[in-house]
C-alpha cells in the first residue's frame, strides 16, 4: 500500500513537472539513462584559467545539449542502457556525436581542479618521461597538437593497455576509445571552449590549462588502465 501511494505521488509530481517543461524534457525522471555529471567545484573556481562566464556558456548550456540529444538518439536503438563508453564505441552519426561530446565533457570538467597545477607524480610520471624526456616535453607536445588540429576537435593524452602513452588530435566529438586507447587527459578545442577568454589565441588557453589540471585524477585514469 506504501509503494501504491509513493507512485500516485511520483506520477503527480512528475506531471506537475511536465506541465511546466518543454516536451524534449518529459522524461527528465529517473529512467533516464545518461545524466549532467555534477561539477566539483564552483563557475568561477578555475578563473582566470577558465572564465565563469564559459563555464556558464560550456557546462551550463554546450553540454546540457550534448546530454539531451544523446538520450533522444538512443531511445529505441539497440544500445539503448548500454554503459556510455561502449555507446561511444559502437555508436555512428550523430549518436556517436553526441555520445562522445557527453563522455568527453565528463572526462574534462572532472579532470581540472582550483587546486591543480604541478606536475604528475608516480607511474604516469614515469611513462611521460620514458615516452617524452620530460614532463615539459610532454607539455610542449600536447599543446602543439591543440594548437594545429585544424576546426574542431579534443587533443587528448591517452594511455594502451602496456601503460603506452600517446598524444592524439581527435575530430569533433571523438575519443581514444574507439582505438582501443583509455583517455587520460583531454584539451578541448572547439572555440566554444576558449574563445569568450581568449579569442584566436588558442595556444594561451591551452597553456592555461596546466594551472587546473588535476594530476591524481589523471594518474587514477593511468593506474587504473
Ligand atoms: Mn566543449
Avoid at 117 to 131: C, F, I, K, N, S
Avoid at 176 to 201: K, M, S, T
Wanted: proline fraction near 5%; include cysteine.
Amino acid at each position: 500500500m506504501k509503494i501504491l501511494i509513493f507512485t500516485t505521488l511520483l506520477l503527480a509530481s512528475l506531471s506537475n513537472e511536465a506541465q511546466c517543461r518543454p516536451p524534449d524534457n518529459l522524461d527528465a525522471s529517473a529512467t533516464k539513462k545518461y545524466t549532467l555529471t555534477a561539477l566539483p567545484y564552483a563557475l568561477d573556481a578555475l578563473e582566470p584559467a577558465i572564465s565563469r562566464r564559459t563555464m556558464e556558456l560550456h557546462y551550463g548550456r554546450h553540454l546540457p545539449t550534448y546530454v539531451d540529444n544523446l538520450n533522444r538518439l538512443i531511445e529505441g536503438t539497440a544500445l539503448e542502457g548500454e554503459e556510455l563508453e561502449s555507446v561511444v564505441l559502437m555508436a555512428e552519426g550523430p549518436l556517436l556525436d553526441n555520445a562522445g561530446q557527453t563522455l568527453n565533457h565528463e572526462l574534462y570538467f572532472l579532470q581540472f581542479s582550483p587546486n591543480g597545477g604541478g606536475e604528475p607524480t608516480g607511474e604516469l610520471r614515469q611513462a611521460m618521461m620514458h615516452r617524452w624526456g620530460s614532463v615539459e616535453n610532454f607539455k610542449t607536445v600536447m599543446e602543439e597538437a591543440g594548437r594545429t588540429l585544424f576546426g574542431s576537435g579534443w587533443v587528448w593524452l591517452a594511455a594502451d593497455k602496456g601503460g603506452n602513452l600517446y598524444i592524439l588530435q581527435e575530430a569533433n566529438g571523438l575519443n581514444p576509445v574507439r582505438r582501443e586507447l583509455r583517455p587520460l587527459l583531454g584539451f578541448d578545442v572547439w572555440e566554444h571552449a576558449y574563445y569568450l577568454d581568449y579569442e584566436n589565441r588558442r595556444i594561451d588557453h591551452l597553456k592555461a590549462l596546466w594551472q587546473i589540471v588535476n594530476w591524481p585524477v589523471v594518474e587514477r585514469r593511468y593506474e587504473n588502465n
